[in-house]
């Protein structure tokens, strides 16, 4: 099974940058190595850094949106439609998404949640109730890979429970539907790991 947001071909292997962030890397014929993650992976990550400074900072405008997304995604245009989507559709959906996940999780207020968690949630959440063309099981490992990239362990653990319970309670139709690949899995530009000190920069 391919790991969730990370395309390997033939050996893995990983490194660290100079700033210690780690990333993972494909090496090819030849040793050659390079930093391969999938086009879509690359969308939901920049998506989540906006949501996160969204949340952070309300006054933040359409333009610079744009202009953060775009460069984040080296100018990739089709990414950029597809990154400012994700942002879009878990705004203008936020008020059924926060419910979904308020009915499911038990003991947790959604205020009360750190703020990194909360915004993987929604955008998990998301890809369950309204994006039909990315497969359920996609859309959580998705969510789980950024939860392990930018929170912890045991953030990992809730948000798969979580969005599990999101998908089975609001749409059960989908927890058996076939397919574990993102539809989307041309590799994206290599583009600089994110700062360590926070979603965005």
């Not at 309204?130 to 929170?151: G, Q, T």
């Amino acid at each position: 099974m391919m790991e969730p947001g990370v395309e390997w071909r033939r050996q893995r292997d990983e490194t660290r940058t100079r700033d210690g962030e780690a990333v993972l890397l494909d090496r090819g014929r030849g040793g050659r190595s390079e930093w391969i993650m999938t086009r879509r992976s690359r969308g939901r990550e920049v998506a989540l850094q906006v949501l996160y400074q969204l949340e952070q900072n309300s006054g933040v405008v359409n333009p610079e949106v744009r202009r953060f997304i775009e460069r984040r995604v080296l100018g990739d245009r089709e990414l950029v439609i597809y990154t400012i989507g994700l942002v879009e559709g878990v705004k203008k959906h936020q008020p059924q998404i926060d419910e979904a996940i308020k009915q499911v999780a038990e003991n947790w207020r959604l205020d009360r949640m750190a703020a990194i968690d909360r915004n993987i949630l929604r955008l998990g959440a998301f890809e369950i109730l309204h994006r039909d063309d990315v497969p359920a099981k996609v859309a959580i490992n998705e969510a789980l890979e950024l939860a392990k990239r930018y929170s912890t362990a045991q953030s990992s653990r809730f948000v798969n429970g979580i969005l599990d319970k999101v998908l089975q309670t609001s749409k059960p139709g989908r927890a058996n539907e076939g397919g574990e690949a993102d539809p989307e899995s041309t590799a994206a530009p290599a583009a600089e790991p994110p700062a360590a000190e926070g979603p965005a920069e």
